[in-house]
């Protein structure tokens, strides 16, 4: 022990130089990933997904949820897809998925109703008309400090998971409804 104690007092600005080049590198390292997870923290991020609207209809729900716009975005979708399963409406040929869209801005949504939500799930639905799963691939490009970083991205809506499932209603009508009820009884009681 004497001896370390020895050699360290005697190499001493050695040993200090070395655990300062491992700071350094250690800080070097963490700002690396603190820009990393700025980075990402900044950039545009397209959310495909479905959802049931007023229990009936399952929509498409495409939304920049990141924190910047994404630019020249185009969407595709890998099959042909009618809405309501109604012949003239395939949503493959709307605009969304047919032209390029110059840029989305953060919390920008777009909704598109694709079925009612038994349609999905009839026996004799045929599959060429209305899908049960099907892939978007979204391709945009969005500002990382000094250029343009390109992105593609696939989501895959599958609905045979939705079978024999409920979306539980909201409670707020609900509590509009007593609220309301409750404001009609004090109106009634000022009105005397």
Do not use: W
């Not at 009618?82 to 801005?105: L, M, W």
């Not at 895959?156 to 939705?162: L, Q, V």
């Not at 009820?181 to 109106?187: G, M, Q, S, V």
Request: a positive charge.
């Amino acid at each position: 022990m004497q001896e370390i104690l020895c050699y360290l007092k005697q190499n001493s600005s050695f040993v200090l130089s070395i655990l300062t080049a491992v700071y350094v590198l250690l800080t070097f390292f963490i700002l690396i990933q603190m820009r990393k997870v700025q980075l990402a923290s900044r950039r545009p991020y397209l959310n495909v997904r479905i959802y049931l609207r007023e229990r009936a209809v399952e929509c498409l729900l495409i939304k920049n949820a990141g924190n910047s716009p994404d630019y020249n975005v185009k969407f595709d979708l890998d099959k042909d897809f009618y809405q309501h399963g109604k012949d003239d409406r395939n949503i493959k040929e709307f605009p969304i998925f047919t032209n390029v869209i110059k840029s989305i801005a953060p919390r920008a949504e777009y909704h598109i109703d694709l079925a009612q939500y038994q349609l999905f799930h009839e026996k004799d639905r045929d599959d060429n008309i209305i899908p049960i799963s099907f892939t978007i691939t979204a391709k945009y490009s969005y500002r990382s400090i000094f250029f343009l970083k390109k992105v593609k991205e696939k989501t895959t809506i599958d609905m045979k998971p939705t079978f024999m499932t409920k979306v539980v209603p909201s409670d707020i009508p609900s509590e509009l409804k007593i609220l309301n009820d409750k404001l009609a009884e004090l109106i009634k009681i000022l009105k005397k």
